[in-house]
């Protein structure tokens, strides 16, 4: 019998006779939103993760500093001074986990020559690009004081303030930061300043000469050399996509041989030899619903800001557990952990009107 033109999956034979190419072992990745995950990039490297013990995560900061250097004469009588200078900061640990699950007879199922994934490697995956996307999201929370099982991520260390200078305080509904009131030790409050609304304002004229001013004023170097916490000078500059945007427009609109790139200055803005950075967690309308943070450029020197693990409770995973069946298997991975600021003002905080 005479037949028409037929394409392969018309033919029955062919049909049954050929597995499609799916690219064995394989997946393309399209259940995460962000562009760029901060937290894995930056403050996963070696020299910014630390580990402590102890009930809490503490560290030493010295609040003043002595009066006893003085002017002298001939048989003057000493004057002995021992100040206390010393306090110590601390947040809580906070504990968080992971898993992923299956049961026995699966990889029975999912083994032999119609084996296309792993599917344990697959939910091992998924369970850790779940502590990826939970971290991230911690880490750009608003903090609350009510919630706490959370980590206190970079809005807790850095707060905002209309008046340019050092005035970043400690977050709404706490009265100190790390243990250390602001009000008390002025010196442990970040720089802030507020901008001109709409985008970037006036760049030129506006948020720039800010943006330089703060990054001037955040570089301190002591007057004596000690055992610092702090681990190099390593800036970032962070802000959402309106504010970059602005500033190409910015670049463009003060060069004028463009030739024929139409994105030239495309992710090519750099302040003070930094690029500044897109951080797609700033561009969520759910980020700050009442508008605290509008706009923020962040000025974070990751010499002072890291993330710190409980010694010993780094990703612990756990063998098999059984689970509600004799059949059913979890692998939990734990970690106790919390984000941490050595020195606030060695970081800026700028904002929109």
């Known amino acids: 019998m005479a037949v028409g033109a037929l394409q392969p999956h018309q033919i029955d034979d062919m049909v049954k006779a050929t597995l499609p190419d799916l690219g064995r072992f394989q997946w393309t990745n399209i259940s995460f ?201 390593n800036w970032q500059h962070l802000v959402p996509y309106s504010v970059l945007q602005a500033l190409e427009k910015y670049l463009k609109d003060n060069n004028e041989n463009i030739g024929f790139e139409l994105a030239k200055y495309a992710d090519q803005v750099v302040f003070k030899r930094v690029p500044v950075e897109h951080a797609a967690m700033l561009d969520s309308a759910t980020f700050d619903a009442s508008d605290t943070y509008k706009r923020p450029w962040l000025g974070v020197n990751w010499g002072v800001m890291g993330l710190a693990f409980l010694q010993g409770q780094y990703m612990r995973t756990s063998d098999p557990i059984q689970g509600s069946s004799h059949t059913t298997r979890a692998v939990f991975t734990d970690w106790t952990y919390q984000y941490q600021c050595r020195d606030r003002r060695r970081n800026f905080m700028l904002h929109s009107a």
């Open 33 to 233: 939103s962000l562009r760029e995950h901060i937290v894995m990039d930056q403050l996963m490297r070696k020299n910014r993760v630390s580990f402590s013990d102890g009930m809490k995560l503490q560290f030493n900061v010295k609040v003043d500093q002595g009066t006893q250097a003085r002017q002298t004469g001939l048989y003057d009588t000493d004057s002995v001074q021992v100040g206390n200078m010393l306090k110590t900061a601390e947040v809580p640990w906070t504990f968080a986990e992971t898993h992923f699950a299956y049961e026995v007879r699966e990889p029975a199922f999912n083994g032999g020559k119609s084996k296309i994934l792993d599917l344990l490697k697959l939910r091992r995956s998924e369970a850790m690009q779940s502590a990826v996307e939970l971290m991230e999201q911690k880490f750009w929370a608003i903090p609350s004081a009510s919630a706490t099982k959370d980590p206190y991520g970079i809005f807790y260390w850095l707060q905002g303030n209309d008046t340019e200078g050092f005035n970043g305080g400690a977050a709404s509904g706490f009265t100190d930061v790390a243990g250390l009131s602001p009000t008390t030790y002025p010196n442990w409050k970040n720089w802030t300043g507020q901008y001109a609304a709409g985008g970037a304002g006036d760049a030129s004229t506006d948020l720039i000469p800010m943006a330089r001013k703060a990054s001037h004023y955040c570089m301190f170097k002591p007057p004596v050399s000690n055992p610092d916490y702090e681990k190099g000078v």
